[in-house]
């Protein structure tokens, strides 16, 4: 155990680069902290409104600078290694996704099969039009957002563009569709707590209404930079993938809570 | 390689902002080692609080089921699964595939981040009004009556599953992707198989847990009836998500912790990994079989017989990729030439408190003992056997075998040995005595037991042995700060091993780890030593 210095055959100067930093992950981490955790703890555990908008406000901010910052970045990022695509996670962490939407369904099931009588007691009269409104918007904006791809992969970035604004406006169409069919519900006095099929009702829709919010988001987080001519293919491809999980989700929400 | 670090000096910027996997890796390491310094303080609290019949420290339950809390939870969500899974995986992982840094650096930095930001939402629990008071599992209805801050405990899992999936996410496109030219499926690592291993795990099953507890948050802060039997919900749906969650965790830091042994005892041996394909199938064996056993957790909550014999089967027959396991670990030992440094003895020790821990397994998977023992200190002194000793004396195994890598210096020593002796006497004093009153009927988790005035002589002796413990936990750690710091230079491979971090790149790695791209030829592995009688050559082989 002599010696030990003598054995360092790679001097300092062989690394090249330096160490990599990026503000953004750090940004965004705590701007979910404080918008999420912080916020609602404040508005619910310790009714404090005050505090929960003093966090929010620091908490959107923090975020939106975070995730601005990451996506300018990821414009220019070169993969570690060929053939590594940015988007190469994204299968991976939809599996994931898969289980978390299993394990709402799973609930459901459990609380539909050892229920007496479904739809419990306050549930009114669910209409099917509007479900079937809001599969069309969500089957043709999965379309449009492939057309979108398509596009961009023959070099028109600006039939990207309008394309990509068509896929926006039917995921907002999409959303606008739950937020009046909350509403809607809410005014027959059926909400989240008014009986089981509320309470899985809510949780579902709203999981995945979530989702489509998230996907709307990083529509936008490609479309700013699309407006100035940057585009990364890889992003897109990546959000265009999450898109259409979300599509295919909203087969399996709209069977199982409206349908059945 | 410490030139290096001194040259470029200290930048608190680089560190913070850092997206590098070594960094994100030591500051995974910080953290950990803060949540079980935290989280061993309550279980000092916790053992005095039971060292005699009658209230010791607390005037009432509430304090104590609070230590309880933060004790359980932090331990396993913030020391063990990050120390093995953000830490050794992060530090590692990348070396030893020969990459230059994860798939997606930004990614991992957020997952880092992430970790922080929930040990910091449950160290505000010790600040707050009303801290949360539901153990680590969380069962309603207590969790959703309580008026306790259910929410931090939702929100801390929330944070820690987050980065967990992601890190998944990033672990595994880093090992189908990032592999150096000839470093080959079945040429990686142990360590590396059951770190991926138990990312799969947690990509599969940590969502079920975060469901599991989203549903909670709603039942006590928006009114909706999950777990309520009298609105038509299910009040033991919840302790199935829990444990279909809860019970593959033990897998996710079981695997990483035997796949830390493979190394340290392959290199200490310079021996070869006895049966290297049958580990391998082993560990995805345990992965398919892990997911089907979680209903024993309930076993005495109700169920019909089917259900239970069925999940006995299961839960039996996981002992049979295990013990594949333990025989690759055991023949890897079989004729080599052993040293004897402080990860070698952490690793001994590790396969002593395995065996422990494992066999008193057995009884509680069988359902006519388990009657008998659910609920005892036996259950106690099981689980703290495989997750608090071998669990963590695997994590301390890392740390000392991978320490000349990441400082460029040993961290062996007097003091290293001594806490390690200390650390051993004092986790089985604590221990074995709560197996004996187990079988005689002490409940687990009390704080006092006036029925029970014959156990007070074994509860005296698992608080000293926890005394003990503390004091060599303190040495251990005194001993990695000053080791960091002022101990022995190291040259780049120490132990003489075959592995890439050892033998491709500097003590401690730069910037994108490896001078030169990795390429390694068709005869390479990482565990190939020559053949040679036993004793023939001495762990430590500098250059000259």
């Not at chain 2, 079989?334 to 020790?349: D, V």
């Not at chain 2, 500097?506 to 004793?535: A, H, K, L, T």
Request: charged letters at 10%.
């Amino acid at each position: 155990m002599t010696a030990m210095s003598a054995t360092n055959h790679h001097p300092a100067t062989a690394h090249a680069h330096h160490w990599e930093v990026s503000v953004a992950p750090i940004a965004a981490v705590f701007g979910v902290f404080f918008l999420v955790p912080m916020a609602f703890s404040a508005y619910f555990v310790y009714n404090s409104p005050l505090l929960a908008i003093i966090f929010a406000g620091i908490g959107v901010p923090l975020l939106l600078f975070g995730v601005a910052k990451w996506v300018s970045e990821g414009m220019v990022y070169k993969p570690l290694m060929e053939g590594l695509s940015s988007s190469a996670g994204l299968p991976v962490f939809i599996v994931s996704e898969i289980f978390i939407f299993l394990a709402l369904f799973a609930t459901y099931w459990t609380l539909r099969l050892s229920a007496d009588v479904w739809p419990p007691a306050g549930t009114p009269h669910m209409p099917a039009l509007l479900p079937l409104i809001m599969t069309v918007l969500l089957v043709s904006s999965s379309v449009t957002i492939h057309i979108g791809e398509e596009k961009l992969e023959h070099g028109d970035v600006a039939g990207f563009r309008s394309w990509l604004l068509l896929t926006l406006l039917l995921g907002g169409l999409f959303l606008g569709c739950t937020v009046y069919e909350y509403a809607h519900l809410a005014e027959q006095n059926f909400v989240p707590s008014t009986n089981a099929f509320s309470t899985a009702f809510f949780s579902i829709t709203g999981f995945h209404a979530s989702h489509v919010l998230v996907g709307l988001a990083a529509f936008v987080a490609v479309l700013v930079p699309a407006l100035g001519g940057r585009t990364n293919k890889y992003l897109v491809t990546g959000v265009s993938i999450y898109w259409h999980f979300v599509d295919i989700v909203w087969f399996f929400v709209a069977s199982q809570i409206y349908f059945w | 390689m410490s030139d290096t670090m001194a040259s470029s000096g200290f930048n608190l910027k680089e560190w913070i902002f850092t997206t590098d996997h070594k960094r994100i890796g030591i500051l995974y390491l910080i953290g950990s080692i803060a949540a079980l310094a935290v989280a061993g303080l309550m279980a000092l609290l916790i053992r005095a609080e039971q060292f005699s019949p009658g209230m010791q420290l607390i005037s009432n339950g509430d304090t104590y089921n609070k230590w309880l809390y933060f004790h359980g939870a932090a331990m396993i969500l913030a020391f063990l699964i990050p120390g093995l899974t953000g830490f050794l995986a992060n530090y590692v992982l990348p070396l030893m595939i020969g990459a230059k840094d994860v798939a997606f650096p930004r990614i991992n930095a957020f997952s880092v981040w992430l970790f922080f930001a929930a040990i910091i939402i449950a160290l505000l629990g010790f600040v707050v009004p009303d801290a949360p008071d539901i153990m680590w599992t969380g069962y309603p209805p207590y969790s959703v009556k309580t008026p306790g801050n259910t929410a931090f405990y939702v929100f801390t899992v929330h944070l820690l599953g987050f980065s967990s999936i992601l890190g998944a996410v990033n672990f595994l496109v880093t090992v189908i992707y990032l592999r150096a030219p000839g470093v080959t499926w079945f040429k990686l690592n142990i360590f590396v198989w059951t770190t991926v291993a138990a990312f799969v795990i947690q990509l599969v099953f940590i969502p079920v847990l975060a469901a599991a507890v989203t549903m909670l948050l709603f039942d006590k802060y928006l009114g909706t009836h999950f777990f309520d039997p009298a609105q038509g919900g299910d009040v033991l749906l919840y302790q199935n998500l829990f444990w279909f969650y809860s019970h593959p965790a033990v897998y996710v830091i079981f695997l990483p912790a035997v796949g830390v042994l493979f190394e340290v005892i392959s290199t200490m041996g310079k021996n070869r990994v006895f049966n290297y394909k049958a580990a391998v199938y082993a560990i995805w064996g345990i992965v398919a079989i892990t997911g089907e056993v979680w209903v024993h957790h309930l076993y005495v909550a109700g169920m019909p017989d089917w259900i239970r014999i069925g999940q006995m089967v299961t839960t039996l027959l996981i002992s049979v990729p295990v013990g594949l396991i333990l025989l690759s670990l055991w023949g890897t030992l079989y004729r080599a030439s052993i040293t004897y440094n402080t990860a070698m003895l952490y690793a001994a020790a590790c396969l002593f408190l395995l065996l422990v821990g494992g066999l008193t397994g057995i009884p509680l998977a069988m359902t006519v003992v388990t009657v008998h023992l659910a609920a005892t200190a036996f259950v106690h002194a099981h689980f703290h056997f495989v997750m608090g000793l071998f669990a963590a004396f695997c994590v301390f195994t890392g740390v000392y075998y991978w320490f000349p890598k990441m400082t460029g210096r040993f961290a062996d020593g007097k003091l290293a040995t001594l806490s390690f002796w200390i650390n051993m006497i004092g986790v089985n004093l604590t221990f074995w005595p709560l197996f004996i009153i187990g079988v005689d009927g002490m409940p687990r988790r009390y704080y006092d037991y006036p029925q029970f005035p014959q156990f007070e002589s074994y509860h005296h002796l698992a608080t000293y042995g926890a005394y003990i413990t503390a004091v060599g936990m303190l040495g251990m750690i005194v001993n990695w700060v000053y080791s960091a710091f002022a101990g022995r230079k190291a040259p780049e491979n120490p132990w003489g091993s075959a592995s890439l971090e050892w033998t491709h790149c500097p003590s401690p790695p730069g910037p994108g780890n490896f001078p030169e791209d990795v390429v390694v030829s068709e005869d390479w592995s990482p565990y190939e030593y020559e053949n040679r009688p036993s004793g023939a050559r001495t762990a430590t082989a500098p250059a000259e």
